[in-house]
């Protein structure tokens, strides 16, 4: 199972939900901080889970005027499932391929100083989305303890990225002179 459709079976688990209200879920959450989950990709993810009978849909009228909504609600496969991938999730490391590799990779076709603009540049959007995790999490304060745990996990690793790359960067300016 990928991260994505774990994130929208475990929404799915919580209550039955129809697709706008999973996206609405996902932006105040913050969950495209930490997973990769696209709003064009909510429906596909949602008619995959079903085709597996991880889930399942009904129409229901929409509150007030408008049209039908499908409402996802988790089958019992389903919640076999999500514990299952929850498991593998908490137990086993994955890897990742962060783009900033790639970058490090084609360090020799570039001249020091726009590798260094570009590296100080990363340096900033790290400070920057650490600022936006952490007012992400004070605004809902008081948060139950997994997404406390969820917020405290992505900025301890946005602090010792930006520490990394302070590094490199020192190391890179002390060979230029």
């Known amino acids: 199972m990928t991260n994505a459709e774990l994130a929208i079976l ?3 688990s919580e209550a039955p939900r129809h697709g706008y209200e999973i996206e609405q879920i996902i932006e105040e959450r913050g969950m495209r901080d930490w997973t990769e989950i696209g ?5 596909y993810l949602l008619k995959k889970l ?3 009978d991880l889930i399942k849909s009904q129409l229901v009228p929409a509150e007030g005027r408008g049209p039908k909504r499908r409402v996802y609600q988790i089958t019992p496969d389903g919640n076999n499932a999500i514990i299952s991938a929850t498991l593998e999730a908490l137990s086993t490391p994955k890897h990742t391929f962060p783009s900033i590799l790639l970058g490090l990779a084609n360090l020799p076709i570039l001249s020091q100083a726009p590798a260094l603009e570009a590296l100080r540049s990363y340096r900033d959007g ?3 989305r650490a600022g936006d995790v952490a007012m992400k999490a004070e605004s809902q304060r008081p948060l139950p303890d997994h997404v406390e745990m969820l917020f405290s ?3 301890m690793m946005l602090k010792a990225e930006k520490k990394w790359i302070e ?3 020192l190391i890179m300016e002390e060979k230029r002179h």
């Open 10 to 12: 475990s929404l799915v």
């Open 39 to 43: 709003f064009s990709s909510i429906y």
């Open 50 to 52: 079903e085709k597996s």
């Open 126 to 128: 790290l400070t920057e």
């Open 153 to 155: 996990y992505s900025l």
């Open 167 to 169: 590094n490199v960067i």
